[in-house]
């Protein structure tokens, strides 16, 4: 499998460069002894409780944990870097576990067992061969629970989707064979490494003998220039890095001549915007449509079906695909295919064929057409943000009667937060004590673009609040940006 195939690596290639950083080149054999370091120290620290919360930024040691994790066979909970020590605190004893490793040296909890990553590269080891010799009994081919991602349904609860390391294995694998990509394949990591994208991409380098590049952001400049000069053959994108190609005009993309796959992912692409970028590229141009739980469902090659542009694409080999209670010939996508989920955690198998959750059809080619979401799920430059949450914390604070969050359609993230509040009925609560509140209960991904003060949230016949109506403005609206701390606080001081 993926760590077989890593070992064997080493052993061939001992000097072949594996991981490309922003500021360095790591060879397999360096990152052979990254890997050693974390197993020795991962399996001392993490016994009978195999299950271990990261929450990093991307790195090479990122990366080795992976490796590390999969060899030990130690379940891992990846979550965004910058969620706070109380959703934590909370998603660690969810999960029961305490045990989460961070570069954060200012995070402490009394409850949790937080390692920093700086101590791994402090235990001064020797042989380490002989870490990875003793434990041999670890190579073994019995399937375990490997990562569990986080993601939720059409309820707005959060689940929890296990996905063994046989099913990370399948996955890559199918990419691999799928584009007929071949040995020694040089991908890139543009997205934080809980997004199932960017593990991915570090497997399919790995299978493959290959290199991968991790940015630790996104940036276009930074894109082109390391493509370019260390000759990247094939990159997985969110649809939201493609809509910065259209708005550039300051590089020149078909002098990427090693480029052979461009794919896009995690949200679909309009019609025009296929073919603009299809006269920027002279590479393969993808979409892909899937989930978490199915994977890769269809692809779409701009190229050789222009026809079809405004489709998804047609069923992956091993696919199937039922649209279930149709109405107006549109009905839920339901999903089969080799490379499924397991399951999710603390509850029962799943079923046959997976509810997607999404809406669509199929037409007489076979071509896959998504029409929407019937869930309430904000998808922002592909990372799922989870209204519920949003909204149970906000009503925690006796300043709001209640809140409710949506998305708004925009064109260059996708979709952008939304919040209507009604505050309590008391004139001493001014919106300034309210913002603050926001400001400070909220993840920074978590915050709200747009927040509409009304007296009122409209609602259905079952007295749930209808959402649909809130696509329209009501009361007074205010706009910040989410990462721009000192406009929000003059913001602030402004609503007196």
Same mark, same amino acid.
């Given at each position: 499998?993926?760590?077989?195939?890593?070992?064997?690596?080493?052993?061939?290639?001992?000097?072949?460069?594996?991981?490309?950083?922003?500021?360095?080149?790591?060879?397999?054999?360096?990152?052979?002894?990254?890997?050693?370091?974390?197993?020795?120290?991962?399996?001392?620290?993490?016994?009978?409780?195999?299950?271990?919360?990261?929450?990093?930024?991307?790195?090479?040691?990122?990366?080795?944990?992976?490796?590390?994790?999969?060899?030990?066979?130690?379940?891992?909970?990846?979550?965004?870097?910058?969620?706070?020590?109380?959703?934590?605190?909370?998603?660690?004893?969810?999960?029961?576990?305490?045990?989460?490793?961070?570069?954060?040296?200012?995070?402490?909890?009394?409850?949790?067992?937080?390692?920093?990553?700086?101590?791994?590269?402090?235990?001064?080891?020797?042989?380490?061969?002989?870490?990875?010799?003793?434990?041999?009994?670890?190579?073994?081919?019995?399937?375990?629970?490997?990562?569990?991602?986080?993601?939720?349904?059409?309820?707005?609860?959060?689940?929890?989707?296990?996905?063994?390391?046989?099913?990370?294995?399948?996955?890559a694998q199918h990419t691999i064979n799928y584009y007929k990509l071949g040995k020694k394949i040089k991908t890139i990591i543009c997205?934080?490494?809980?997004?199932?994208?960017?593990?991915?991409?570090?497997?399919?380098?790995?299978i493959s003998g290959g290199y991968v590049v991790i940015l630790k952001k996104f940036s276009l400049e930074k894109w082109f220039k390391?493509?370019?000069?260390?000759?990247?053959?094939?990159?997985?994108?969110?649809?939201?890095?493609?809509?910065?190609?259209?708005?550039?005009?300051?590089?020149?993309?078909?002098?990427?001549?090693?480029?052979?796959?461009?794919?896009?992912?995690?949200?679909?692409?309009?019609?025009?915007?296929?073919?603009?970028?299809?006269?920027?590229?002279?590479?393969?141009?993808?979409?892909?449509?899937?989930?978490?739980?199915?994977?890769?469902?269809?692809?779409?090659?701009?190229?050789?079906?222009?026809?079809?542009? %405004?489709?998804? &694409?047609?069923?992956?080999?091993?696919?199937? @695909?039922? +649209?279930? #209670? $149709? /109405?107006?010939?549109?009905?839920? =996508?339901?999903?089969?295919?080799?490379?499924?989920?397991?399951?999710?955690?603390?509850?029962?198998?799943?079923?046959?064929?997976?509810?997607?959750?999404?809406?669509?059809?199929?037409?007489?080619?076979?071509?896959?057409?998504?029409?929407?979401?019937?869930?309430?799920?904000?998808?922002?430059?592909?990372?799922?943000?989870?209204?519920?949450?949003?909204?149970?914390?906000?009503?925690?604070?006796?300043?709001?009667?209640?809140?409710?969050?949506?998305?708004?359609?925009? %064109?260059?993230? &996708?979709?952008?937060?939304?919040?209507?509040? @009604?505050? +309590?009925? #008391? $004139? /001493?609560?001014?919106?300034?004590? =309210?913002?603050?509140?926001?400001?400070?209960?909220?993840?920074?991904?978590?915050?709200?673009?747009?927040?509409?003060?009304?007296?009122?949230?409209?609602?259905?016949?079952?007295?749930?609040?209808?959402?649909?109506?809130?696509?329209?403005?009501?009361?007074?609206?205010?706009?910040?940006?989410?990462?721009?701390?000192?406009?929000?606080?003059?913001?602030?001081?402004?609503?007196?």
């Amino acid at each position: 499998m993926i760590i077989k195939s890593f070992l064997k690596s080493v052993k061939l290639y001992p000097k072949q460069i594996a991981i490309i950083t922003e500021t360095k080149k790591i060879t397999y054999l360096e990152l052979y002894k990254i890997f050693s370091e974390l197993v020795f120290f991962l399996d001392k620290k993490i016994l009978k409780n195999k299950r271990l919360i990261i929450a990093l930024d991307n790195s090479e040691k990122n990366l080795a944990i992976y490796l590390a994790c999969m060899f030990l066979k130690i379940t891992i909970f990846p979550i965004n870097k910058n969620t706070s020590l109380e959703d934590i605190e909370l998603y660690a004893k969810e999960i029961k576990t305490k045990f989460v490793i961070t570069e954060d040296i200012s995070l402490n909890s009394k409850i949790l067992k937080i390692f920093k990553l700086k101590n791994v590269s402090k235990l001064n080891i020797k042989n380490y061969n002989k870490i990875i010799s003793n434990k041999k009994n670890f190579l073994s081919n019995k399937e375990f629970d490997f990562i569990v991602a986080l993601s939720s349904g059409t309820t707005g609860k959060r689940k929890k989707i296990i996905l063994t390391d046989n099913c990370k294995f399948k996955r890559a694998q199918h990419t691999i064979n799928y584009y007929k990509l071949g040995k020694k394949i040089k991908t890139i990591i543009c997205t934080p490494m809980y997004h199932s994208l960017a593990q991915r991409l570090f497997f399919i380098s790995i299978i493959s003998g290959g290199y991968v590049v991790i940015l630790k952001k996104f940036s276009l400049e930074k894109w082109f220039k390391f493509v370019k000069s260390y000759r990247v053959n094939f990159s997985m994108l969110v649809s939201t890095h493609l809509r910065q190609f259209l708005n550039s005009k300051n590089y020149n993309f078909k002098l990427l001549k090693n480029l052979k796959n461009l794919i896009s992912s995690s949200d679909s692409i309009s019609r025009k915007e296929k073919e603009l970028l299809s006269k920027k590229f002279s590479c393969n141009l993808h979409e892909i449509y899937g989930t978490s739980e199915t994977a890769t469902i269809s692809n779409l090659n701009i190229f050789k079906n222009k026809s079809n542009l %405004s489709s998804v &694409g047609k069923l992956l080999d091993d696919t199937k @695909v039922k +649209i279930k #209670n $149709k /109405k107006n010939g549109i009905g839920e =996508i339901y999903c089969k295919n080799s490379r499924l989920f397991k399951g999710y955690l603390g509850s029962s198998k799943k079923n046959n064929f997976f509810a997607t959750g999404d809406l669509g059809y199929l037409d007489r080619k076979g071509f896959l057409y998504f029409v929407g979401r019937n869930k309430d799920i904000i998808k922002i430059s592909g990372m799922n943000i989870y209204p519920l949450e949003i909204e149970t914390k906000i009503k925690r604070n006796n300043l709001v009667k209640e809140c409710a969050v949506i998305g708004e359609p925009n %064109s260059y993230f &996708g979709e952008i937060i939304k919040m209507f509040v @009604v505050p +309590i009925n #008391n $004139k /001493k609560i001014t919106r300034k004590k =309210i913002m603050s509140y926001i400001y400070n209960s909220l993840n920074e991904y978590e915050k709200p673009q747009k927040i509409n003060f009304t007296s009122f949230l409209p609602r259905n016949s079952l007295g749930k609040i209808n959402k649909l109506k809130l696509k329209k403005p009501q009361g007074s609206q205010i706009k910040y940006k989410t990462n721009s701390m000192k406009k929000y606080l003059n913001l602030i001081n402004q609503l007196k």
